[in-house]
């Protein structure tokens, strides 16, 4: 069958089946790049050439949900941490005040089909990184409260409680306050997402959650070794314990070849006093700069295409999902340049002998029932248990 054959049916499986989105940083992009100013970064027009996002490429992309990462770097701590966080909500919020007719607030899963159904884009939120509570289970509940869905237990650093991926090991996994921070957001029904966390301290929370958790963002590490990335023990894992691993589309995590080169291009950014992740325009001369002295490897649907196949081989195809980190990274897969890109990416498995009902999964199926399944843990843990009010001075000792 020919390339728009499957290319027909993609867009034809996501009308029915839209792609839950588990990461998209569009919220620290306006932050960095227009200080909020939503009249400079207008996601109701095309936005290409500033931001891998808006509202045109989103409903050409078949996307019927996101989570919305409101971010915060680790170089911002303790209540500073905290501001910036509760700024990257309000920024979300009023998102959605100004685009009621496609972005529809979603809390729950009941809330996301009720968005699909009406066709607009369910919008929920995630907090990537666990220094954004600042070791207090009461802020944590709080940002519940705001509607953040789910809680990355760290990003590229360590928290106090918890061991990053890209830092050296500092608690060995999880302290029995991130062991506590885990049991509390059972409790609450905020989703723990796994991405960016070391393997230690993925085994250590599958062991104690009770509720399905989540891997915003990540892919598989058999098919490119890099610690962001999940070993198959863990998928393993993550299928006994009913999470779903959501496939990243960063080129540095998933194509072998352009780790070497991302850590040169990274060096080039900070020879230039600039931070690597960052995207704005200014940032993205100097990566184009370097690219046209030292073109990239390529990653392309294919690449991303053979982590999904392992994944859905080592889970099961009830326990994966997409992720594709737009407007968090400088660099995206060819046919995957924007958020108007997934009908490349089903395509591409449709062409290989994915079935109709395997992609509805992938895209829609697994990601709702997680987050009806932690509901469901959260209504019976909290008949049983109040909040907790431990703090990490009680349960880790004094701060060393």
Known sequence: MSSEHHLDRARRLLADHPVVDGHNDLPWALREQVGYDLDARDIATDQTGTLHTDIPRLRAG???????????PTRLTGDDAVSATLEQIDVVAELLERHPADL?????????????????????MGAEGGHSINNSL??????????????????????????????SPRVGGLSEFGREVVREMNRIGMLVDL????????????????????????SARAVCDHPRNIPDDVLRML?????????????????????????????????????????????????????????????TVATIADHLDHMREVAGVDHIGIGGDY????????????????????????????????????????????????????????????????????????AR
């Open 239 to 299: 299928a006994a314990n009913g999470g779903v691993a959501m496939a990243t589309f960063v080129p540095k995590f998933v194509l072998p070849a352009a780790v070497e080169w991302t850590l040169a291009a990274d060096r080039n950014m900070r020879e230039h006093g600039l931070h690597h992740l960052d995207t704005t325009p200014a940032a993205m001369r100097i990566h184009a700069d370097f690219e046209a002295a030292r073109p990239r490897p390529l990653a």
């Open 104 to 124: 529809a607030r979603a809390l729950t899963a009941d809330d996301m089909e009720k968005a699909r159904a009406e066709g607009r884009i369910a919008s929920l």
């Open 327 to 398: 407007d968090g990274t400088a660099f995206l897969p060819q046919a995957l340049e924007d958020v108007s890109g997934y009908p490349n990416l089903i395509a591409e498995l449709l062409g290989r002998g994915w079935s109709e009902r395997d992609i509805a999964k992938l895209t829609w199926q697994n990601a709702v029932r997680v987050l009806r399944d932690a509901e469901a843990v959260s209504r019976d843990l909290s008949v049983r248990l109040g909040p907790s009010h431990a703090t990490i001075e009680q349960l880790d000792g004094p």
């Open 62 to 72: 078949g996307v019927g949900a996101q989570f919305w990462s409101v971010y915060v």
């Open 138 to 167: 009461g802020t944590l509940r709080a940002l519940h409260t705001l509607g953040v869905r789910y809680m990355t237990l760290t990003h590229n650093d360590n928290t106090d409680w918890a061991d990053s991926a890209t830092d």
């Open 195 to 218: 991405s960016h966390v070391a393997a230690t301290t993925m085994r250590d929370a599958l062991a104690v959650s009770v509720a399905p958790v989540i891997f915003s963002h990540s």
